[in-house]
């Protein structure tokens, strides 16, 4: 028998010895979670890192170590702006690195656009980013996560389509002619820059009923009746008008369309003619 004392005694041992375990237990379930989180962060397909509240780099998956050219393991410690560094594409200025301005407002924060990321190799990424403050349970700010994706050869694709662009508008404009497209779902018209300038607009996507009354009112019903027979019966579209600028300047324009029924939407191409019907009423008077 054990007298109360040594009964005490080891009551509270058992106690301790319980919460010893249920301690090990807890701890070895929150050392997991964190190494799934931790694998999961590293295994995401954009490019993460983190930083403490001192703007040091605390992780990087690989994503990341592949855009800066270092390893998770070289740029432990490390202040972010010495890891990260951006520019801008257009000026070469230096970016101020978003980790500083997210502690500095303690709100997400997003790149501009036209930012390069230059690895230590030297060589050069589009990329695209937000970063978002950590925060404690009491919402204190204890670091920052950046999240970035290299969009090199999207950003490439945006600035060819924007080159063709303007390489299409240079020829509509010295050739006289434009396209539209008629959504008869909303009735709006959007023209291309050739097309506003033969009808001579400023924007580019119109009512239908304000486009309708640029031509003279005389053609009204030749325009009508064609898109009509050419959205019910697919009838040819191709007609010859008059329109009255703006400037009060008269142009002759030829047009051409195809209806999408799949769309619901009416393709055309505008020609000003101006000059060559000028040129046969000439022939004709002088004949």
């Known amino acids: 028998t054990c007298s109360p004392k040594e009964l005490e005694l080891s009551n509270a041992l058992s106690n301790i010895v319980a ?54 393991k070289e740029a432990y410690g490390k202040p972010f702006k010495k890891v990260f560094k951006i520019v801008n594409s257009k000026t070469r ?10 502690i500095d407002e303690g709100q997400r924060v997003h790149l501009a656009n036209h930012t390069i990321l230059i690895s230590t190799t030297g060589k050069e990424f589009q990329i695209s980013d937000s970063a978002a403050p950590i925060l404690d349970k009491n919402g204190e700010i204890t670091g920052v996560v950046l999240v970035f994706s290299d969009v090199t050869e999207e950003y490439g694709l945006r600035e060819d389509l924007k080159k063709s662009k303007e390489n299409l508008d240079k020829a509509e404009l010295m050739g006289g002619f434009g396209n539209w497209e008629l959504d008869l779902n909303n009735k709006t018209i959007t023209g291309s820059t050739g097309a506003a300038n033969i009808y001579g607009l ?4 119109f009512i239908l009923e304000e486009v309708q009354k640029i031509p003279l009112l005389e053609y009204r019903k030749t325009l009508d009746e064609a898109l009509d027979k050419l959205i019910k019966e697919n009838k040819p579209y191709s007609v010859e008008f008059k329109i009255k600028k703006p400037d009060g300047k008269i142009r002759f324009v030829h ?15 505008l020609n000003d003619i101006t000059d060559s019907k000028l040129a046969e009423e000439a022939l004709l008077a002088s004949e």
């Open 19 to 72: 919460l010893a375990l249920q301690n090990s237990i807890l701890h070895k379930k929150l050392a997991k979670k964190n190494e799934e989180l931790r694998t999961t962060l590293l295994s995401i397909g954009d490019a993460v890192i983190s930083t403490d509240i001192e703007g040091n780099v605390v992780l990087m998956n690989h994503v990341a170590e592949n855009l800066c050219g270092y390893s998770n």
């Open 93 to 102: 200025e230096i970016l101020e690195d978003p980790v500083s301005k997210v």
């Open 202 to 205: 400023e924007k580019e996507t």
């Open 255 to 269: 047009s051409e369309a195809k209806f999408e029924a799949r769309s619901n939407k009416v393709f055309g191409v």
